[in-house]
């Protein structure tokens, strides 16, 4: 995050002053969970995913990018179901966002409200690159983008 300093001069009567330094810090509004309903996940199986991107600032973000890395580059475990995203702001439902399924799979015009919270529930599905085994896991990366925003805003699952 960025650190600010500021310090006043008071001139008065010919004199002047320095204020005493006032530091503070510049914290982004914008956070993301991202959340896979299921515990586990077997080839071939459906896996539902939960976005939850959160405003604590006052002013709604809007034009906003959401990309999933699917797990991976092109050999991503995991494939979108297609038709199966739905979005949410404050809890309403929203007209289905534009979908690019990938990998990796992009979600655009996406607005989050002020003092708000826009989510996007999906499925993917495990595919032949999803470890078969036992203790195989699915790392897969959200990163949210545009919007204004001065830096990405990333979630794990």
Known sequence: MAIFTNQATL?????SANSNIAVGE???????????????????????YVITIRNTG??????????????????APLTYEAGT????????????PTVTAGPPLVFTGITVPGNGDAVLVYQARAN???????DGTITNTVTITGGG???????TE
């Open 85 to 96: 995203v739905l979005y949410f702001a404050n809890g309403v439902l929203q007209a289905t």
């Open 128 to 134: 032949s690159f999803a470890a078969p085994g036992v």
């Open 26 to 48: 510049i914290l982004e509004v914008l956070s993301a969970d991202k959340t896979a309903v299921e515990g586990s996940y077997a080839p071939g199986e459906l896996v539902t």
């Open 58 to 75: 006052t002013a709604a973000f809007t034009g906003l990018t959401v990309t999933d890395d699917l797990g991976g580059g092109a050999n």
């Open 11 to 15: 001139v008065y009567n010919g004199g």
């Open 149 to 155: 925003l001065t830096a990405p805003v990333t979630a």
